[in-house]
């Protein structure tokens, strides 16, 4: 592994040598493949044999082999999603320190890992904002949280400064911020060529400019996830103790075990609370995490999630993809149902006539290929399912299915 020279310096220096020596024989083993199962939908079978448990999240698990991924209909079906292993600490901190419903915003959202832990873990009764910046990446946030399945989250592409304008607080937020990745360099080269000190303190700038933007909607008393998949201090411990003296906070410990062999604060004379997963240290490809608590008590709740849906409905500051609500597409006179109704939890599916395929089946359906269904099957909309888990809509029409999947979420080869 080609490591940039003033990485090499400033980190081995950060690490000391023998972390820094653990670290480097991470890049010569096997990458670590994780999983995290939706508890909403839970298929009937184990889904993979001899996988290993994550600790510091009860859904999550190692396998001992990647399989493909592309290819499995349960993916596609929302049953369980890839996550790396690290990320996943999210759900000790949600467990330890969110006990009654709130409303809560994912402000980096995209592609989804975390939204969908949030909105697995969060309790009964909370609503949950996922955001991205990207419209390209929206979409794929848009995509995963609908194969989740779940109604309570409302999708939406702003800048954090949009939301000041919106008067809404939050009870909770997290900040999962754009960093100069150095979690990534074991999967991704380019993440290392792109690497450079420069950049560090590019991000550190950025993410305390997003921090800022996005303080005001946080509410008194509400509680602030800062994370990133980088290793430096700069936009770590830095923004953390930036959080604290300049925005006014205060970190909050999460109750962790010795054998999980998380790494606390590298930065000199200073231990606050902060938990950071290191290659080599930890099975984790890299992630740090903090807990904050904004300053000030508050006796009035956040928006109330009932009204989240319609208050963010009637104002046109917010850009919002969708609302929750899994709804038919309209086509002259005729609804045609759509895939992610299939998918969401709220959906009835006993509405439709249910076809369970075979592998092959769903493999082609979710190639967007017509399927043969058998001869009894109804004419007219039919749910397609894989192991009774639901993956969208064919119109039979008794000697063929039409496929009603949708074109963007096809998969490209079987």
Not at 371 to 377: A, N, S, V
Request: glycine letters at 6%; proline letters at 7%.
């Amino acid at each position: 592994m080609n490591l940039p020279k003033e990485f090499i310096t400033y980190t081995s220096a950060l690490f000391g040598a023998e972390m820094w020596q653990r670290f480097l024989s991470a890049f010569e083993g096997e990458t670590l493949t994780s999983i995290r199962l939706n508890p909403w939908k839970l298929p009937s079978e184990p889904i993979f044999k001899n996988a290993q448990p994550v600790p510091w999240c009860k859904n999550g698990f190692w396998l001992n082999e990647r399989p493909n991924f592309t290819k499995d209909p349960l993916l596609h079906a929302g049953s369980y999603y890839v996550q790396e292993a690290g990320s996943m600490f999210l759900d000790q901190v949600l467990h330890e320190h969110i006990k009654t419903p709130v409303l809560a915003l994912d402000l980096c959202a995209a592609p989804g890992g975390k939204s969908t832990l949030m909105r697995a873990v969060l309790p009964s009764g909370s609503m949950l904002v996922s955001n991205e910046v990207d419209r390209k990446r929206a979409n794929i946030l848009l995509e995963n949280m609908q194969k989740q399945g779940h109604a309570d989250v409302l999708i939406t592409h702003n800048y954090p400064q949009d939301f000041n304008k919106t008067h809404w607080l939050f009870d909770l937020i997290l900040v999962d911020a754009p960093c100069s990745g150095e979690g990534l360099f074991r999967r991704d080269k380019e993440a290392i060529k792109e690497w450079s000190l420069n950049n560090v303190l590019f991000c550190q700038k950025r993410q305390r400019q997003i921090l800022s933007d996005i303080w005001p909607c946080l509410k008194e008393g509400g509680f602030l996830i800062y994370s990133t998949c980088t290793f430096n201090t700069r936009e770590n411990e830095e923004n953390v103790k930036f959080i604290k003296e300049e925005l006014g906070a205060e970190i909050l410990p999460v109750s962790i075990k010795p054998e999980w062999h998380i790494t606390g604060s590298l930065l000199k004379d200073w231990q606050e609370p902060v938990y950071r997963f290191i290659p080599g240290t930890t099975k984790s490809e890299g992630l740090f995490m903090a807990v904050l608590r904004k300053k000030g008590s508050s006796s009035n709740p956040a928006i109330l999630p009932q009204s989240a849906r319609k208050h963010a409905l009637a104002n046109k500051l917010i850009h919002l993809l969708y609302d929750g609500k899994a709804l038919p597409e309209q086509k002259g006179k005729e609804e045609i149902p759509t895939a992610a109704q299939a998918l969401s939890l709220n959906f009835p599916k006993d509405k439709y006539p249910q076809v369970d395929l075979t592998l092959e089946q769903a493999q082609h359906y979710l190639h967007r290929e017509a399927l043969i269904l058998p001869k009894d099957t109804p004419k007219g909309f039919v749910i397609v399912c894989y192991q009774n888990q639901a993956l969208g809509f064919v119109k039979n029409l008794g000697d063929r299915a039409n496929n009603l999947y949708p074109k963007n979420w096809a998969i490209k080869n079987l």
